[in-house]
Structure formats: C-alpha cells, structure tokens
C-alpha cells in the first residue's frame, strides 16, 4: 500500500519529470519525503525561495521540451506566483504542487484562488483516491495548452494511503500532442502570398522552434531575410548571412530595418512578438502561421493570410508551393544590412575609454570562445542588449531567458537548473550587479550545496557585470531625457561578488582590465564545476538603441523611426 506521495512520486516520473525543484514546508513535507526517499522518484532540488524553484521548473521546460515541476507550501503561494507568472507569460509548460494546511474556511482555498489566475488548470485534491487522476489531467493539460497548471493537495491527504492503487502505470503518461495539419486552402492562400512578395521579412518566434530548418529553407527560395524572437533566439545558426538578429523593441537594428522595409510578412509561430513591431496595415501583407487562431499576435480586425495547425507541417506543405524568385536583389540587400551591422558590433566592442571594461566586449570575447553545445542564460537589463548584439550561436547551442516578462534575477535559478537538465552542457549566465542583488545571491547556496557533483561538469559560469548601475533603466532615463550625460539614477550597493562567492565556497575570478578579457574567459571556459566571474565594466557605454536615439535627436529628425522610441518614454 503507497500513500499519495508516493503515488505522485511514481507518477511524476512515468510523466517524464525527473526533478522537482522546490521549498520545504510542513504542508509538503510528505511529498518531499516521498521524493528525497525512493529510487525511482524524481530527484529533488531545494531552491532558496519559491520564486527560484519555480523559475527552475520554468528553465526546465524551455529547455528539455518536457515537463517542468515545483513545489511548495501554501504559505508560500504568493512567492511561487512570479515565477509561475513567467512561465505562464512564456507558455512553458510547469507544474505547481502546493501543499495546503487545514483553515477555518476550507483547506487550500485561498492558495487556489491565487493559483487559478495564472493556471491553465487549478485543483484542489480533496481525498486520496482523486489524486492520480487529478495528476494525470494537470499534466495533460500543462502540455497540450502549454501552461501553468496548479495542484492544491492538503497534507493530510498527501499522507493518507491509497488503498490498492499502484505507484506507476502506463495510463498515466500524458500523450504528446498530435501535429495539427493545415487546411488545403490556407496554404494554397498563403503560397500564394508569399510567391508573389518583392520584399519578404520572415519572423520566426518561440512556438515555431521545431520549423526553424524549413523557415530557412523558404527564405533561401523567396530571397527573404529572417529574424527570430527573444525566445526564439537559438532556433537558427547565427551564421547564416540573412539572419538579423532578434526582432524586439530593444533588439536588433538589423532586424528592425527587415521589418520596416517589408512588403510581405510571414510570421511563424510568432506569438511572442511584440505587436507594436508590427508593420501597419496598409501597404503590407501578412501571412500568419499558428498552432490556434488565438496564437497570432496580430489582432482580428487586421487582414492577413492565416494558417493553423503545427508549425513545421504547415511550412512543408506551402513550401512545394512557392515560386523560386526570379530576382535576388532583396537577398543581397539582406545579406548586406547584415554585414554592415555585425561589422558595427564588431567596432563597437573593441573600443575603451579610460581602464574600465567594455561591457559589450565580454560578451563578444565570449562569443568567439563558446564551448560545442553551450547553453548560454541571459537576464534583463544590458545583459540583455550585450547578448541581443554581440553573442554568435552556432548549431546545437541553447539560449534561454524569461522573455515576454524580462524578470529581473531569473537567469541564476535558470541556469541552476540548466545545469542540472543538461549535466552534459556547458552553461553560461550572463546577468548584471543589479539582477544578480535581486536573488541570483542566494542561489549560489543552492550550487554550494551540490558543489561534490557539480565540480565533475561541464563548466557554470556566472558572468556578472559590476557597473554599480540599474544601467538600461539608466539608458532609458538618459534617452528619455534628451542627455546623455546624466548623473547615474539607479545607484546598486556596491558589493564584492568574487569574494562573496569565495566566502560561500564557490570558485571566483574577478576582472577589471581591459586587455585580459580574452584570455580570463578562455581559462574559465577550460575548466570544469562553477565559477562566478565579475567584470568591472563601464557604465557609460551605450546600448544600441540608446544610440540610435540620440542620434534620431541630434539629427533633427525629432526621434528615431523604429518602434522602441515609445518605450523610452518615461511617464510623468
């Protein structure tokens, strides 16, 4: 006879997770103790906050593809939330198992009404046998909706037995979803489009990964050039010469100017979009390609050319179709726009001013050196621009960050828990001073605590960039300001990370000379187990479009044409 910890134990690995990260607590104590006590359960990974542990489950599933797993106690629902939230805004799929005390007005109720806001699906268990079921739909429905789902189970029936029921089965293994195939005439429709398009800019987002081969396919046919979402980032090789970088309000100029010079859009899974990027109605024609009608970031009152149904299947069913184009001039313009903007890059990272180093050189010293198969996590702030510009993947790396929520601290329990999905792979966070105070601190306890196994990897390089500076909110505020030369206005404690880091029995480098960026990145990359490593890095080094801005300004053009100009606006 099991209880249904055990059984969800069981379960839980039948559905293909084999790690919950979590807090403890005594609502969920049986759970864990039923995951830290059986062989074939899950492992489990306690994070220093709720926030973290689900963040992690979020990593998870970006990552593997599968299912993510946390847990918690009801007292903590409230924590668990913004992580959730990330993963809810992101469409991965997680699941939350809550653990609830009895209260005077039912058991769990409250963390329910919490959960279901974020949740695809949200249940309470109430007695031991509607356990495995209730499991089983959760699962099913955080993967086919590709969501949150939450479940809210007392302690006393997570320690009550379930008389006669088996710990695992084979019914209990949610079914992957089935490819969904295009109706004929839509891809006849949009064929049609897209042949007959003399500018064609493809936009490849976070739902349409698995196309990304046959999207490279159609834009090497139609002469088209191709920019991809933040989530979407390592979908294709940053080496292929009509790829433009990430198409987002602060993202790649290159990108922006494919999207604006355009006749005909095809976006593909690209339900991560920004709409604003958008170009207007008119003058434009749109093809859209989404798993549901509800996917496309476009509006129902905006025409376009529509195809539902997987996103791979619905581009090799238009792509014998289509209609090589005859001239290639916009290809070469493509290719051009490109070159000219990495050569850019490439003059913007060698330059320094005074001794400080250039953040935009970390990360293309990086770039260059970036281990077969990397997994590279970044936060927001310009940790986020450093990558958007100068980071080059090559095939078979990964990159993962919180996308459409930009959580400030995500990307230390993100790659926490890339390291442990993907014990093979090189992991490499890039994260400012600012994120990094904003709990990537404490979980370096978590990689502390797991240092004996960890120190056998791959390398886990934290990378924090120490400027002393809340810096793209700085940008913003400058660019707003019409002066660039504003006092610093988000100050960030200043703090000793490499030695923080020592003192918590991590390995540390700390770097603050321009001229050995290169070489500090290559001796780090060739070990093994983590390390943290602080750059001191200038904070007077624009991002790119803190620069465009200014130079819109100057020019007396009265502000820049590309979309982000509105996000630079401050309100009063």
């Known amino acids: ?36 006590g059986a062989p074939a359960a899950p492992g489990f990974v306690q994070a220093r906050g709720e926030e973290s542990a689900a963040l992690m489950a979020c990593a998870q599933a970006k990552l593997t593809g599968g299912l993510g797993c946390c847990a918690a106690s009801g007292t903590g629902v409230l924590r668990l939330l913004a992580g959730l939230y990330d993963a809810a805004a992101d469409r991965a799929p997680v699941l939350a198992l809550v653990g609830a005390d ?22 309470e268990v109430s007695a031991p046998e509607l ?16 969501g949150v789902a939450s479940l809210v189970v007392p302690r006393g029936v997570l320690a009550a037995d379930v008389p006669g029921e088996p710990p695992g089965e084979d019914g209990s293994v949610t079914p992957a979803p089935q490819a969904r195939q295009p109706a004929a005439d839509d891809v006849r429709r949009a064929a049609e489009a897209l042949s007959g398009a003399g500018r064609l ?21 139609l002469g088209a050039g191709v920019a991809t979402t933040a989530l979407a980032r390592d979908a294709l090789p940053d080496d292929l010469p009509y790829l433009t970088g990430v198409a987002g309000p602060l993202g790649s100029e290159a990108a922006a ?34 798993r549901e009608p509800g996917d496309c970031p476009l ?76 997994v590279v996590v970044t936060d927001s702030g310009t940790a986020l621009d450093w ?57 370096l306890i978590t990689v502390r605590r797991h240092l004996d196994r960890l120190a056998k990897l791959p390398p886990l390089v934290f990378c924090v960039f120490n400027n002393g500076d809340l810096n793209r909110l700085t940008w913003q505020r400058r660019a707003a300001d019409g002066d660039p030369l504003v006092p610093p206005s988000a100050e960030v404690p200043a703090l000793p990370y490499a030695e923080l880091a020592r003192l918590a029995g991590l390995p540390a480098v700390r770097c603050d000379r321009p001229r050995f960026v290169g070489s500090v990145w290559a001796d780090v990359l060739a070990g093994r187990g983590p390390v943290l490593l602080e750059f001191v890095v200038d904070g007077e080094t624009p991002p790119d479009w803190a620069v465009a801005v200014d130079a819109a300004r100057n020019s007396g053009r009265g502000g820049p044409r590309n979309p982000l100009a509105k996000l630079l606006r401050v309100p009063g």
């Open 257 to 290: 100017a494919l999207l604006r010079e355009c006749d005909t859009l095809l976006l593909v899974g690209a339900e991560d979009l920004d709409p604003a990027l958008l170009p207007g109605p008119h003058g434009c024609r749109i093809v859209t390609v989404d």
């Open 299 to 374: 509006g129902g009152d905006v025409a376009a050319v529509r195809v539902n149904g997987d996103a791979a299947a619905c581009l090799e069913a238009v792509l014998p179709l289509l209609r090589r184009a005859p001239r290639r001039g916009r290809r070469t313009r493509v290719e051009r726009l490109v070159r000219d903007w990495r050569a850019e890059g490439e003059a913007r990272s060698s330059r320094y001013f005074g001794t400080s180093v250039n953040p935009r050189s970390v990360v293309a010293e990086l770039s260059g050196r970036l281990p077969d198969r990397s």
């Open 201 to 221: 800019a493809i936009v490849l987002g976070n739902a349409g990964r698995a196309a990304g081969g046959t999207a490279s396919r159609v834009a090497q046919l």
């Open 131 to 146: 356990a495995g079921d209730a499991l089983r739909r959760a699962a099913l429905a955080a993967v086919t909706d590709r």
């Open 387 to 443: 990558w958007t510009r100068h980071l080059r993947l090559r095939d078979g790396m990964r990159s993962l960050l919180s996308g459409q929520l930009g959580l400030p601290g995500a990307a230390v329990p993100y790659a926490v828990a890339a390291r442990f999905a993907a014990p093979d792979r090189p992991v490499i966070a890039l994260v400012g001073d600012g994120a990094f105070q904003s709990g990537g601190l404490n979980e």
């Open 102 to 123: 009895p209260a005077p007005r039912g058991p769990g109720s409250r963390a329910v009404r919490h959960l279901a806001e974020v949740s695809v699906y949200c249940e």
């Open 1 to 36: 006879m099991v209880n249904v910890s055990e059984l969800v134990a069981a379960r839980l690995r039948h559905l293909g997770v084999d790690r919950v990260y979590g807090t403890p607590g005594l609502a969920v104590d049986p759970l864990i103790g039923a995951l830290r």
